[in-house]
């Protein structure tokens, strides 16, 4: 079984800055993708960020060139560095593990951004 910790959410206003982390633990065998994702109020869940393995990333159009997700693997963690934040990014953020035993969510933490 795998646990993930996301921490770092909070309140912010326009144009400023966060960051998140995301730590698994637990039984871990070969992690591959770990990912960010994020739900408003209303909405449905969708992708921010991914990154693989070996470094390949993936990005929501919203988020490109503000969002950063890096990870290091020797600490089984990823980490979302979010920049120039707009009021839209308001949202519970969400990480995602997939790895060999299988697929794991966090259960979130919250981003406001005030205007």
């Known amino acids: 079984q795998v646990q993930l910790v996301e921490s770092g959410g909070g309140l912010v206003q326009a144009g400023g800055s966060l960051r998140l982390s995301c730590a698994a633990s637990?039984?871990?065998?070969?992690?591959?993708?770990m990912g960010w994702y994020r739900q408003a109020t209303g909405k449905q869940r969708e992708l921010v960020a991914t990154i693989s393995s070996g470094g390949s990333t993936n990005y929501a159009d919203s988020v490109k060139g503000r969002f950063t997700i890096s990870r290091d693997n020797a600490k089984n963690t990823v980490y979302l560095q979010l920049n120039s934040l707009k009021s839209e990014d308001t949202a519970v953020y969400y990480c995602?593990?997939?790895?060999?035993?299988?697929?794991?969510w966090g259960k979130g933490t919250l981003v406001t951004v005030s205007s």
């Open positions: 637990g039984t871990i065998f070969s992690i591959n993708v």
């Open positions: 995602r593990v997939l790895c060999l035993g299988g697929n794991y």
